[in-house]
């Protein structure tokens, strides 16, 4: 599966949760969730300095918060998975996931090591450092 994640795909979002949740609704993405999660991984990769450029190929993963700490057993919920293409973000997998009380909303995001290099010049680059190359040794006559 391959959905572009945005409001004029949301049937098709739907369409994706309720195939794996069935008549689940506790600890189900709806639409906004799936669109929310986009935006925020969108909002972390920019918050770490990768360019807009440079984000295709990441993935990140997402699960809902669990339900109070008194609802006493665990549940299956729903757990998205995210790719940043260069046209957006889509949602490609949608899982059921155990969720269990008072577990915390969790996002994963995952990049690659060329990913993490090109981030980590840019912040270089904007703070005006450079690395200092060593001057060359002068070989004992």
């Known amino acids: 599966m391959r959905i572009k994640i945005e409001q004029s795909n949301a049937a098709a979002i739907e369409k994706a ?3 794996v949740a069935g008549k689940k609704t506790r600890c189900i993405h709806q ?6 999660a986009a935006q925020t991984a969108e909002r972390k990769l920019e918050e770490f300095g990768l360019q807009k450029t440079c984000r295709a190929g990441a993935t990140a993963r997402a699960n809902l918060a669990g339900p109070g700490k008194s609802y006493g057993y665990s549940l299956e919920g729903t757990s998205i998975a ?5 046209a957006g973000w889509y949602l490609t997998d949608v899982t059921l996931q ?3 009380p008072g577990g915390p909303e969790r996002m994963d995001i ?12 840019a912040k270089l680059r904007n ?5 200092r190359t060593p001057a060359p040794t002068q070989a004992a006559a």
């Not at 995210?82 to 260069?86: E, T």
């Not at 995952?110 to 010049?121: K, N, R, Y």
């Open 98 to 100: 155990r969720i269990y």
């Open 82 to 86: 995210l790719q940043r293409l260069a």
């Open 17 to 19: 949760i309720s195939a």
């Open 110 to 121: 995952l990049i690659d090591p060329s990913q993490i290099e090109a981030a980590l010049q």
């Open 127 to 131: 703070l005006r450092i450079s690395a």
């Open 31 to 36: 639409v906004s969730d799936v669109i929310w």
